[in-house]
C-alpha cells in the first residue's frame, strides 16, 4: 500500500548524459526559478482508456489500436518485497498512477512516497546524510541525478538494469525513465511547418509572427541555460533581447503556452513537446501543431530518471523498484498519459512525433541544465521578467 509521506515535503544521439554529476548540489541551491517539477496543469481527466491490456487509468491521445510497448511485462520482473521510501521529484498528478498501479501489484511490498521539487529532494537527501530514509530518488531531470551522484549520494547500478536502456540514457549511478524534448509549436491556421525556422537563433527575425513563453517555468529557463552553454552568453543576451522586443507574450506555464497557441492568441512558442499532445488530447481539432529546430539549444533531449541512494536499506529491492518504472506498463503509462518518450528500445512516442533516432539532439552534458542561476541573472539583465 503507498504511503504519501508529506510530513517534511509538500505534495505537489550524441555523447548525451557524459560526465554526470558536474554540477554540484551548491548550483542547484541558488536557482531561484519556476520550480523543476513536472506542471500538472491541464491535459485530460485521468480516466481509464478502456484499454484491454492494461488497466492503468490514461489519458494520452492516440493510443487506439496500440497495445502494450516491447520490453519485460511486470509479471516477468522479480517481485517486490519489503519497504521501501521513494523520494520523487515528479508530480503526484503525473506519475501517482504508475507508482501506485507498481505497489498494488505486490502485498508484501510497503511504498512511502514523498513528493516534492527534485532540487528540494537531493538538498535534503545531503542535509539529512547517513540518516536519509530515501531509497531511491526519482528525478524530473538529469542535472538533479547528477548532483545527488556528485555528492556521493547514491549507488552504482547493474548492469542488468542499465542494459535495459540504450546508453545515452544511463550512467553507473542512474537511469533514465522517460524523456522529453524541445520543440517549437505553432499555430496551424497561419503557418506551416516550412514556415518555422529550423534554428533556433533566427527567431524572432526570421519567423513573420508572435511569439509566446514561459519564462519563470524551470522548462524554459533550462531551455535558456542551453542556449547560454552552446551559443555562448553575449549571443544568448542579443536573442533575449530581440525576442523581448518583439513583444513575446509570457504565460505562466508551458500547458498555458500552447493552450494560448489553440487558442488563436500567439502564432508560436518555445515548449517541451508533450505540452502540445496535451492540448490535442484535450481538443483534437485544435490548430497546433510540432516543429523542431535542428542541433540547438531549440532541441535540446532531456530526460526524467532513478537513482538508489547510498542510504538504501535494501539496494536490490531500490533498484528492482527502479526496473519496474522501465517495464512495458510504465513505459506505456509514460508514453499515453504523460506524453513522454518511452526509453526502452524500439518504442516510438504517442502521437505525430519523430522517434529519438530521428531527432537532432545537440551535443551537450544534461547535468550543467539545473545550473539556472546565471542564466536568470542574464534573463533579468535583458529585460525578461522572471
Not at 493510443?63 to 503526484?92: C, H, K, Q, V
Not at 493552450?259 to 484535450?282: K, P, S
Not at 512495458?328 to 508514453?335: G, I, K, L, M, P
Request: aromatic letters at 8%.
Amino acid at each position: 500500500m503507498t504511503r504519501n509521506d508529506d510530513s517534511r515535503f509538500g505534495t505537489g544521439r550524441r555523447r548525451f548524459l557524459a560526465a554526470a554529476g558536474a554540477l554540484g548540489v551548491a548550483g542547484l541551491a541558488g536557482c531561484t526559478g519556476g520550480g523543476d517539477g513536472d506542471d500538472a496543469g491541464g491535459g485530460g481527466d485521468g480516466g481509464d482508456g478502456g484499454d484491454a491490456e492494461s488497466s492503468i487509468g490514461q489519458i494520452g491521445s492516440g493510443r487506439e489500436g496500440r497495445g502494450l510497448p516491447g520490453g519485460t511485462p511486470i509479471a516477468e520482473m522479480p517481485d517486490l518485497e519489503g519497504e521501501l521510501t521513494l523520494y520523487s521529484g515528479r508530480n503526484e498528478f503525473l506519475v501517482g498512477p504508475i507508482v501506485d498501479y507498481i505497489d498494488d501489484q505486490y502485498d508484501g511490498f510497503e511504498l512511502t512516497v514523498r513528493y516534492a521539487g527534485s532540487t528540494d529532494h537531493v538538498n535534503a537527501i545531503v542535509n539529512e546524510g547517513d540518516g536519509s530514509p530515501a531509497d531511491v530518488f526519482y528525478s524530473v531531470n538529469a542535472g538533479s541525478l547528477g548532483a545527488l551522484a556528485n555528492e556521493g549520494r547514491t549507488q552504482s547500478l547493474s548492469t542488468e538494469i542499465t542494459d535495459m536502456v540504450r546508453s545515452e540514457f544511463t550512467t553507473e549511478q542512474w537511469i533514465g525513465t522517460s524523456g522529453r524534448a524541445r520543440t517549437i509549436p505553432y499555430n496551424t491556421d497561419e503557418f506551416s511547418e516550412s514556415d518555422v525556422p529550423s534554428d533556433i537563433m533566427a527567431f524572432p527575425e526570421e519567423f513573420d509572427g508572435s511569439l509566446g513563453w514561459a519564462p519563470s517555468y524551470g522548462s524554459c529557463q533550462a531551455f535558456v541555460t542551453a542556449m547560454r552553454l552552446i551559443e555562448g552568453e553575449e549571443a544568448t543576451r542579443e536573442w533575449l533581447e530581440a525576442v523581448v522586443e518583439s513583444g513575446i507574450t509570457p504565460y505562466n506555464d508551458e500547458f498555458a503556452t500552447c493552450q494560448g497557441i489553440a487558442d488563436g492568441e500567439i502564432d508560436a512558442a518555445f515548449t517541451n513537446h508533450y505540452y502540445i499532445q496535451r492540448v490535442l488530447d484535450g481538443n483534437p481539432d485544435a490548430s497546433i501543431a510540432t516543429a523542431f529546430t535542428s542541433g540547438d539549444a531549440g532541441a535540446v533531449f532531456n530526460v526524467a530518471g532513478a537513482a538508489v541512494v547510498d542510504t538504501a536499506n535494501d539496494a536490490a529491492l531500490a533498484e528492482n523498484f527502479i526496473r519496474h518504472l522501465l517495464s512495458a506498463e510504465a513505459q506505456d503509462y509514460f508514453a499515453r498519459s504523460t506524453f513522454e518518450y518511452p526509453l526502452i528500445p524500439d518504442v516510438e512516442p504517442i502521437g505525430d512525433l519523430p522517434t529519438i533516432d530521428e531527432l537532432d539532439v545537440p551535443d551537450i552534458d544534461l547535468t550543467e541544465l539545473s545550473d539556472l542561476e546565471p542564466t536568470i541573472d542574464l534573463m533579468r539583465d535583458a529585460g525578461v521578467e522572471v
